[in-house]
């Protein structure tokens, strides 16, 4: 073990301590791209001894995602973890990339990654609940986190500002609550234990995302922090700071969406209302 394996490691450890994520009682699912981040996070909850499954959500994306995903196998193969596959294609009848064309095509400004984005995270919730995994485990790093907030500063969004964090908040049944056990490693630490341990990993970004927004917050964090060091962590500091200063607020209500039954803010939840718009 070399001194940043050894680091990471230990960080995660205390992570999942001291936000008390869960328990080696627990069963948890752990939502993989195989790309770095969810790889290294993966592995980590599995040599820490706790009962890991993987699930994965295959977008039908060409070359990258068959790549992903063979390399994923390959991880999972070898740590002896099980791994769930769930297809675009077969769960909606379409790829990612031919939804978007036809939401273009009426006028409808959805982007690449935040159509996939939505997918994949109602896919996700779905089988998390179906497989009975007490909490569903993501590989958001440091840098992903301190981007997020970012960009919810930008636009304004309160709503999700206060929501972000390394637990989900609330206990409603239908949510499987998201945990975040590499919340404080950052994306070079992350890529550097990636590379130390030799995973089979496909490094570089999704053709899909060229020219997507989070990517010009990615380079404004970015050279902040080769001029501040340590910035990306005083913006996470910031936004737990904030929330634990809201924590006494009203919870808003979450509802069901009126066509599938999943959770919803609305009387249609946000795939349901992308499918009605294909339709139209």
Do not use: W
């Not at 069963?27 to 996070?41: L, R, W």
């Not at 196998?73 to 791994?83: D, H, N």
């Not at 994949?120 to 089988?127: A, G, P, S, T, V």
């Not at 496909?202 to 080769?226: F, Q, T, W």
């Amino acid at each position: 073990m070399t001194k940043l394996t050894e680091y990471v490691e230990k960080k995660v450890k205390k992570t999942i301590r001291q936000y008390k994520l869960f328990s080696h009682k627990d069963k948890v699912g752990v939502a993989v791209s195989g790309g770095k981040d969810s790889t290294v996070c993966v592995y980590l909850l599995k040599k820490l001894g706790y009962d890991v499954e993987a699930i994965t959500i295959d977008a039908a994306i060409g070359d990258y995602t068959e790549k992903n995903l063979e390399n994923i196998k390959k991880v999972c193969k070898k740590y002896e973890i099980p791994l769930h596959v769930v297809s675009f294609r077969e769960e909606f009848g379409k790829s990612l990339c031919y939804m978007r064309d036809v939401l273009r095509s009426k006028g409808h400004k959805y982007s690449s990654c935040m159509l996939c984005g939505i997918l994949k995270r109602y896919l996700l919730n779905k089988y998390a609940r179906e497989l009975k995994f007490d909490v569903l485990a993501t590989g958001h790093n440091l840098d992903d986190e301190a981007q997020a907030f970012l960009m919810n500063v930008f636009r304004n969004d309160f709503f999700l500002a206060k929501k972000q964090g390394p637990k989900s908040a609330g206990s409603f049944k239908k949510f499987v609550p998201r945990v975040k056990p590499i919340y404080l490693i950052s994306e070079e630490e992350a890529l550097q234990f990636s590379k130390t341990m030799k995973f089979p990993v496909k490094y570089g970004i999704c053709p899909c995302s060229v020219g997507a927004h989070r990517r010009k917050h990615k380079n404004l964090l970015d050279d902040m922090e080769k001029k501040n060091p340590g910035i990306k962590y005083s913006v996470i500091r910031f936004q737990e700071e904030m929330k634990n200063s809201l924590k006494k607020e009203k919870k808003t209500p979450i509802k069901l969406c009126e066509s599938c039954g999943e959770p919803a803010k609305g009387k249609l939840c946000k795939v349901c209302t992308i499918f009605k718009e294909l339709e139209l």
